[in-house]
């Protein structure tokens, strides 16, 4: 088997490309058979796949190492080819649309394949190419700014996932210290953050009005491929969240500053969630690893075969260093139906959780790598959220592997944490929206409207001693915002179908499993909405889902002696 390290790597001739893809393109469209376009289908696939693999083997490993000339030379090349590689991807979607033969191609791979096509015309011309170019450097000197943090710290130095222990300490005046280093590099980069966003939402303004659109929203929209919901209905979900969610995270946070022993939490003490610290692994990243082998081996058959692919092929880059970007991924290598997953392990708790989430995505594209569709080895963003949380509590039965006596610590945490998160992570969307309606706004404007909207969704955080953060800057630090606008309701929306699939695992755990299984067959092949559908999932832009998730967590964290907890770790 070949491994990562050896996938060869050359850069893709981009004016051969587009001349053997244009040409595909006009024979698709003066084929006179179904059967003929079909088969000009499949090559145009083959060289899409092919040109795909080369851009995230690019990626990965400029990613890995972001001082590495080379590969930062070929992010940046790929970065001023895609626009016009999406400009080619567009015609084919245009010849696609307007095919004599669409019926055939509908019966051979469903309506979705149109309706994605349709929305990818809405959001590219040739006037915004220079402005796509743009977008996409702009994102690349914010990856590169983050990952050359060299934080000061206790004597030695540390990069922004480094500082992730000393952050959860037991110890409140080292966890505050180590807060305070995190946010005094951030300080310290102020000024380029704000220019950063500043040229990313004029562009992106731009762009929208040259398409069409009043401005960047419903293009961003668009771009996500959001095919059965849009503003309106997230709107209303945000409201849902607000009447069922942040009462009961302000009921936490209260009872955690209790069990802290603290009058209020400050900021920095929202990670511990235990007075005598949060569970950690007891090993440590190939440690790891190797515990999740006897987890996925236990677990199915699928997930044995599944996880020794990912090893044996060094499928997995999971520990944190210097120069390396931060964050966390799963991509998918086309040529070699190979996931690949990226995270920065720090030995937190957050170790254990980023390996199950990402393992989620790369277990779905591993199980639906045979689609022969590029736009269904994936489905839309919310849709992929679903695998991964999902799979983060279909493997509770297994984190006494990683935690031995502390597993039980280590769930109620993580339930707490997703719990937690929901508020958070629909402030960022209402965010959002507002930069993208506002885009005359001033980032002094931006820093105020996400400081009273972070004070709505999250009324207990306390800033006062900090005073970038009083000053509504935590948003900057969140990459999502700057790289991938839109992308993070998503989060939110899977979290409430993953909340479902942690139900029913708890009075069925192998049927739930093999749901899940068939859920990540399905792939691209259905939107969002049709996915949870099939799958029996409730829709979480219902009220009445969104209330009976909130129950049974409620009903669960009753049972849970918190006290107890506390006890077992060693």
Known sequence: MMTFSQYPYSRPDFASFAVEFTELVNQFRTAETSEAQLEIM???????????????????????????AFYKGENQYFDEKMPEYEGLISDFYKALIGSEFKGE???????HLINLATL???????????????????????????????????????????????????????????????????????????????????????????????????LGYDRMLRTDYGPAEVGAFRKHIQEYFVPLASELRKEQAQRLGLPELAYYDESLTFPDGNAQPKGNPQWIVDQGGKLYQELSPSTGEFYEFMTNGELLDLEARKGKAGGGYCTFIADY???????????????????????????????????????????????????????????????????????????????????????????????????????????????????????????TRDYSENEYLSKGRFWQIQRHIYLMPF????????????????????????????????LCKQGGSKPFLELVKHTGLASPFEASTISQVTDHIRKYLSTVNVAELSKSVS
């Open 337 to 459: 139906k190979a996931p690949f997953i990226f995270a920065n392990f720090n030995g937190t708790e957050g170790d254990v959780f980023v390996l199950t989430h990402e393992l989620g995505h790369a277990y779905q594209c591993y199980m639906s790598r045979n689609q022969s569709l590029l736009e269904y080895n994936w489905p839309t963003y919310e849709a992929c959220e679903i695998h991964s949380m999902s799979m983060e509590y279909l493997t509770w039965p297994w984190m006494e592997l990683f935690f031995e006596q502390d597993a039980h610590k280590y769930r109620y945490g993580h339930l707490l944490s997703s719990t937690l998160f929901l508020p958070y992570g629909t402030a960022v969307d209402e965010f959002q929206h507002f930069v993208y309606s506002h885009p005359e706004a001033s980032p002094a404007d931006r820093h105020a409207a996400w400081r009273e909207i972070e004070q709505r969704y999250l009324p």
């Open 487 to 518: 992308y993070y309701i998503d989060y939110v929306l899977a979290q409430i179908c993953a909340f479902q699939f942690w139900e029913m695992s708890m009075t069925n755990r192998e049927e739930t499993f093999n749901t899940y299984v068939e």
């Open 105 to 111: 191609i509908v019966a051979k791979y469903g309506q």
């Open 42 to 68: 499949q090559r145009l696939y083959e060289l899409r796949r092919q040109f795909d693999t080369a851009r995230d083997i690019a990626r990965v490993r400029f990613t890995a190492d972001t001082t590495d």
């Open 120 to 218: 990818s015309v809405k959001t590219h011309s040739s006037e915004v190419v220079e402005e796509l170019k743009s977008e996409n450097l702009i994102g690349s000197e914010y990856v590169e700014l983050l990952a050359s943090a060299e934080i000061p710290f206790e004597g030695e130095t540390y990069n922004l996932s480094g500082l992730g222990p000393f952050m959860v300490d037991q110890d409140r005046v080292r966890r505050k210290s180590a807060h305070e280093a995190r946010w005094k590099f951030m300080a310290s980069q102020a000024d380029k953050l704000d220019d950063q966003f500043d040229r990313l939402v004029k562009t992106r303004h731009s762009i929208a009005q040259k398409l069409g659109y009043e401005n960047f929203v419903q």
